[in-house]
Each structure stands twice: as C-alpha cells, then as structure tokens.
C-alpha cells in the first residue's frame, strides 16, 4: 500500500486529466528520462493525444514552481524540454514498449494507484458537492439582503456549485469498466 501512496503522490492533475510526467516514470522504470522520451518518439503513433501530451512552457514553469515549494531544491534549468504527460492509458501504453520485469512491476502499481484514486473520487466527490452546496445556500439565504451585483454572484456561484454537482453524479453513473475519454485541446 505504500507504494500506491508514492505513485498516487507522482499523479498530478493538468488540464482537466489525472497524468504522470515522464521524469517521474523514468525514475520508477529506473530509466533515464532521455530513453523514455527516445523510446516515445519512436512510437508516436501509439500516444494520441489522448495517452500523452507535451506540457507547454507555461505549464512546465508552474510545474518547476510548485515542485520548487514543496522540495525547495530544484533550479530553473531542470526541464531542457517540456515534459511529457501520459494518461492511465498512456501509462499502459508505455509499459507495453519498455519490455522489462521492473517495467511490468511498476505498471501493475501504477494502474492499482490510478484505479484506486478513481475510487475514492467516486466515493466521496458527490458528498463533498453537496456539503458543499448546503453551505453555499445557507450563504445565500443568511445574506439575501446584499446588493444586486453580490446577488448575482452568488447565485452565479450557486450554478456553478450545481454544475459541479450534476458533473460528479454522472461521473459516479459512468461505469468503471468502461469510461468514455475526450481527447485534449491544444492552445
């Protein structure tokens, strides 16, 4: 279980989709990063969009910052190019190409930490929605008063808080076998 935690620890979420980043990987396939990506572009038409993207140099920059935070150690130069973002599927894919016993190990891991995330989500994103949404009413209703403007917000904040909602219950409808992916917008 403790390996699931520090996989689980190396998904982040970028644009709307859970990935692992290639220097992460490389670290558990105990590879260099350099070969992963080496090994990817030799097979580009096996990572639509879908399995794997290239994070843009904004996205890389907030990525150095944040990492930057939370060990304090890292330095401007460390990405020579943008790091690629690989899906569940992407991650699967991957393990596919890197025919090992450490590669197969450490996919097996990787899946039962993205399944695992998964269901967690799904088991308690909707109760936190709609904790969530109680206390945006209670909000609303306490100060019904305000201004028109500060009304409109809130009620702005209301919809949004019953999109959110109405997005987590049917993602916790969708089946787990089979669950519908969009490809990714560029830029």
Not at 69 to 74: E, I, P, V
Not at 119 to 141: C, D, F, G, M, V
Request: glycine share 2%.
């Amino acid at each position: 279980m403790n390996e699931l935690v520090v996989i689980e620890n190396k998904i982040y979420e970028i644009r709307g989709q859970k990935v692992m980043l290639d220097f992460d990987l490389a670290e558990m396939y105990e590879i260099e990063t350099k070969n992963l990506k080496r090994t990817v572009k030799r097979n580009m038409n096996r990572f639509p969009e879908d399995f794997m993207f290239q994070l843009t140099k904004e996205e890389a920059n907030l990525l150095i910052n944040n990492i930057r935070c939370q060990n304090g150690t890292l330095e401007i130069s460390w990405f020579r190019y943008q790091p690629y973002a690989f899906t569940e599927q992407g991650v699967a894919m991957l393990s596919g190409l890197l025919n090992s016993e450490k590669a197969i190990e450490v996919n097996i891991n990787i899946m039962r930490a993205f399944v695992h995330m998964r269901q967690y989500l799904l088991s308690h994103a909707p109760k936190q929605e709609l904790e969530e949404l109680r206390k945006r009413i209670e909000y609303l209703e306490e100060d019904i008063s305000s201004d028109r403007d500060s009304y409109e917000k809130q009620f702005d904040e209301l919809f949004s808080a019953f999109a959110k909602l109405s997005a987590a219950i049917q993602i916790k409808q969708t089946p787990l076998d089979r669950v519908k992916i969009e490809g990714f917008k560029n830029k």
